[in-house]
């Protein structure tokens, strides 16, 4: 099937904003979400957006939503080094079980 | 949300071995899914299992090498048959909840290593 795209790497300075892309493959996928995953463990939740709403917030995190692009974005303002971490978008489509990228491996430096 | 318990954590196993995984929810749910995570991957779908059905495995998975049980609502198994080294994965446990069924959760994952 197709793949959700995510940049591989992301590195920032502790205190600044984060912002992790990804393009999803179905215009109709009803949930776009996105996961945490630190060393070891199994998957967080973080957030999710309905495709509806184009714009989510939930303390310092930002989730953007472009359905037109196909496009979702999460943005971590004032990043701590607790943060790093890896991140993945997933996307619900009618139908289907989750479709997960690859995990955008977020560094963040003191 | 729904809490997930996986057992066990981790395992080293012998190649042509069995592994069962257990995962245990807090709370009743309709749809639980076990997904792969390959090292460096990210998560396959390897099969849906729904309570009193056969689960329905995606492409690519086969029932003789992941046999699933799905005995109630809050409790399933999924057993990795005759293993070999490619099987070394995490598997994780995963469950539809919250109040309008729209979140999934995942439980801690089974990292296991086929030698």
């Known amino acids: 099937g197709e793949d959700v795209e995510q940049s591989l790497f992301l590195s920032v300075r502790e205190g600044d904003s984060s912002v992790i892309n990804c393009t999803y493959t179905?215009?109709?996928?009803?949930?776009l979400y996105w996961y945490k995953q630190e060393p070891g463990a199994g998957l967080q939740l973080l957030t999710y957006?309905?495709?509806?709403?184009d714009m989510k917030q939930d303390q310092r995190l930002t989730v953007l939503l472009n359905k037109k692009d196909k496009h979702l974005s999460l943005r971590i303002a004032d990043t701590q080094t607790g943060d790093s971490a890896i991140y993945f978008c997933a996307e619900k489509r009618p139908g289907y079980a989750l479709n997960f990228g690859k995990g955008t491996s977020l560094l963040v430096t003191p | 949300s729904a809490v997930i318990s996986q057992k066990p954590s981790r395992d080293i196993c012998q190649r042509g071995t069995s592994l069962t995984i257990q995962c245990q929810v807090d709370s009743q749910v309709t749809m639980m899914f076990w997904y792969r995570q390959q090292p460096g991957q990210s998560l396959t779908l390897i099969a849906t299992a729904n309570q009193g059905s056969e689960a329905t495995y995606e492409s690519g998975f086969v029932i003789d090498k992941f046999p699933i049980s799905r005995p109630n609502l809050t409790f399933s198994t999924l057993t990795v048959s005759n293993m070999s080294p490619e099987d070394s994965s995490i598997y994780l446990c995963s469950v539809l909840a919250g109040v309008n069924g729209d979140e999934q959760f995942f439980g801690p994952g089974t990292r296991l290593t086929v030698l």
């Open positions: 179905d215009s109709s996928s009803t949930y």
């Open positions: 957006i309905f495709s509806n709403m």
